[in-house]
């Protein structure tokens, strides 16, 4: 069982941002260029930017992004398991990056003693 209907959210989430493309045209074609930009060299593959993708969405929190970028993944071959060594990648960077902001949060601890 689903947790929700991704292909119908997909459909919102697409035809949402075909209304902020009306209002504001210039947002949308500056989104799209920077989304391409990167396959300009094509030096990874459509599958392994969709991988990053994913982990990027998962880390970001990203219903939308979740949704597009796993359908993407899936057109560019992309296997349940090289998703789901994609979003161990991505797990284990949310983890250390909280280990990371720990040491922040002791080091502005030990600066009231200051």
Not at 19 to 28: H, Q, R, S
Not at 66 to 92: F, M, N, P, Q, Y
Request: glycine share 10%; charged share 20%.
């Amino acid at each position: 069982m689903s947790m929700m209907d991704w292909n119908a959210y997909r459909t919102q989430v697409l035809a949402g941002v075909g209304e902020i493309g009306k209002m504001t045209p210039g947002t949308v074609k500056g989104y799209v260029g920077l989304s391409s930009a990167g396959e300009a060299k094509n030096l990874l593959s459509p599958k392994v930017r969709e991988l990053i993708a994913l982990a990027a969405a998962v880390t970001l929190r990203c219903d939308g992004c979740i949704s597009v970028h796993t359908k993407a993944a899936a057109k560019a071959g992309a296997s349940e398991d090289e998703i789901a060594e994609a979003l161990g990648v991505a797990i284990a960077l949310n983890a250390g990056a909280a280990l990371v902001y720990s040491t922040r949060t002791f080091d502005a601890f030990r600066a009231l003693e200051d």
